[in-house]
């Protein structure tokens, strides 16, 4: 079975550029998370979304990002303009959703994209 | 003080030992997940629980919902099992919002 499906793995941009990262979760799943990994502090959720429904996105850092999930198989994150401090690897996670909130079922990670602006 | 706290922050052991990483929380909470990040990046959901024991294989995970604290053993370690482990909290009052702890390192020499 095709996991949480991410792309690019890799991508490496100048600041001021715009950057989308990609999200396919798996099939079936309805819900999807947005997570950050630095050094400095560790795991971070930016947003999720249930049912494609943005549900919380508290974490998102500023307005430079968005997220957008414009049907159950595909979710993008968009970093305008992106800045040295956004270099981290970005991983998308989805889960099924039991009616509780997001954190009663097992999230599936996908390999995530590592992020690089100069 | 982080509202999710691992400890170690690090641990190297030898191949075959019993191995215990804790997780102390200051939030209520609904659920636990305790993630595996291997070397190369990828994570993968090892236990979520809200009460009781867990076990998969030689991972086991426990929680005291009165003390906050969660453990996590490994029995006859293994260099394959050298990862950072990860553990998350579901925070009830925070919006369902899931606060990481900075992770233990794993080494486990052969």
């Known amino acids: 079975d095709a996991g949480v499906i991410q792309s690019p793995r890799h991508e490496v941009t100048e600041m001021g550029q715009e950057v989308t990262l990609r999200c396919k979760p798996i099939?079936?799943?309805?819900?999807l998370f947005w997570y950050r990994q630095t050094m400095m502090r560790g795991l971070e959720l930016l947003i999720y979304?249930?049912?494609?429904?943005?549900?919380?996105d508290s974490g998102m850092p500023e307005d430079r990002f968005s997220a957008k999930m414009p049907n159950a198989s595909f979710s993008t994150l968009k970093i305008q303009p992106s800045e040295p401090r956004d270099s981290a690897v970005y991983f998308c996670?989805?889960?099924?959703?039991?009616?509780?909130?997001?954190?009663?079922?097992?999230?599936?990670f996908g390999d995530g994209t590592r992020l690089s602006i100069l | 003080k982080n509202e999710v706290e691992q400890s170690p922050q690090n641990l190297t052991a030898q191949e075959g030992e019993f191995i215990t990483i804790n997780c102390s929380y200051s939030?209520?909470?609904?659920?636990l997940h305790w993630l595996q990040q291997h070397p190369g990046g990828g994570i993968v959901s090892l236990f979520m629980?809200?009460?009781g024991k867990k076990k998969h294989g030689r991972l086991i995970a426990t929680i005291n919902i009165q003390e906050k604290h969660s453990s996590l053993h490994i029995t006859a370690s293994h260099p394959r099992d050298s990862a950072v482990y990860i553990c998350?909290?579901?925070?009830?009052?925070?919006?369902?919002?899931?606060?990481f702890g900075k992770g233990t390192r794993l080494h486990i020499l052969p």
């Open positions: 099939s079936g799943h309805n819900s």
């Open positions: 629980l809200s009460s």
């Open positions: 979304f249930n049912n494609n429904v943005p549900i919380d």
């Open positions: 939030v209520g909470i609904s659920a």
């Open positions: 998350a909290a579901r925070a009830v009052n925070r919006d369902d919002k899931i606060i």
């Open positions: 996670a989805s889960s099924l959703r039991d009616g509780r909130g997001m954190g009663n079922q097992p999230q599936h």
